[in-house]
């Protein structure tokens, strides 16, 4: 049983949450996840680390609300109790001195990318950060990224905040103008690290990008997780869930991705009757939920 400390709804749907882990805390490292399951009857499913305290034995975690089991974890507050968190899995971020680093998250692989960046700091590499939202109502921890990042910049898919909507705009114009980067890494939507990986591939960039398959082991042995890299099968839970951008068979992830939306559909509908009441008693309950 790990106690939750804290929580916080970061921005509708997207919930934070820091909670008691002191094995997990002493061995994790940039880039590893975490396999949660709320309850006795409830799915294993995968979370990002986006922090940790040694001294104090504590996660950080945060994640979208996208269906029954994610709804379920929103439903804790402060001093409850999530069931198991098994950790730290997955390889870490191979951290080194690259030079100039370009960082690329949006929602949940902004938690993720914290650690990151300041462990590539550490090795002295300079880090330009391009955080992608949907609007300004859906930013959250932009003060993190500064404080962590030697220069951050923000793209707005509606268009409020500059001419660009799409980090491929972004990255384009910022090679095209002369800009050095050594190495890219995006974690975040699927589609958003996609459309990274195929603005970096013209100019020969190596990006390394955190996948996010279904998963439910975690430790290789029921294949769930497998993705196809360079031609090759790889599992994101012992393998990753790192890897080369622009090797991974984007349109094969997808379509594993999607394999089960009618079955998440259908259990998170089963379940909502009966609990969303007392959801909606909670504080700050989010406005979108999204199950697909």
């Not at 089991?69 to 929103?74: A, D, V």
């Not at 909670?282 to 999204?290: A, F, T, V, Y």
Request: charged content about 30%.
């Amino acid at each position: 049983m790990c106690k939750i400390v804290k929580k916080e709804i970061l921005v509708p749907n997207t919930i934070y949450l820091k909670v008691e882990a002191a094995e997990i805390a002493r061995k994790a490292k940039p880039g590893q996840f975490v396999i949660l399951r709320v309850d006795e009857v409830g799915e294993r499913f995968p979370l990002s680390l986006a922090g940790w305290d040694e001294d104090r034995g504590t996660l950080e975690i945060l994640f979208l609300i996208m269906g029954k089991s994610t709804m379920k974890l929103s439903a804790l507050d402060e001093g409850d109790c999530i069931r198991d968190i098994v950790g730290p899995l997955g390889r870490p971020t191979e951290i080194e001195s690259y030079g100039n680093i370009l960082s690329v998250c949006s929602t949940f692989g902004i938690g993720p990318m914290v650690p990151m960046i300041k462990a590539l700091k550490e090795k002295g590499n300079k880090v330009v950060t391009v955080m992608e939202a949907r609007d300004k109502a859906s930013l959250f921890w932009e003060d993190r990224l500064k404080s962590v990042s030697d220069e951050t910049y923000v793209v707005l898919g509606d268009g409020s905040l500059g001419k660009h909507r799409r980090v491929r705009e972004f990255i384009t114009e910022y090679l095209e103008s002369g800009n050095k980067v050594d190495r890219v890494f995006a974690f975040g939507r699927i589609f958003m690290m996609m459309d990274c990986c195929r603005a970096t591939k013209p100019f020969d960039i190596k990006t390394i990008v955190g996948l996010t398959p279904i998963m439910v082991d975690g430790t290789g042995m029921c294949g769930c997780c497998r993705v196809s890299v360079g031609g090759e099968t790889k599992f994101t839970c012992v393998d990753g869930p790192e890897f080369d951008g622009h090797l991974v068979d984007w349109e094969l992830l997808i379509k594993r991705k999607r394999a089960y939306l009618r079955e998440e559909a259908q259990a998170f509908n089963l379940w909502q009757p009966d609990n969303l009441r007392r959801i909606a008693e909670l504080s700050e309950l989010p406005e979108r939920i999204s199950v697909m």
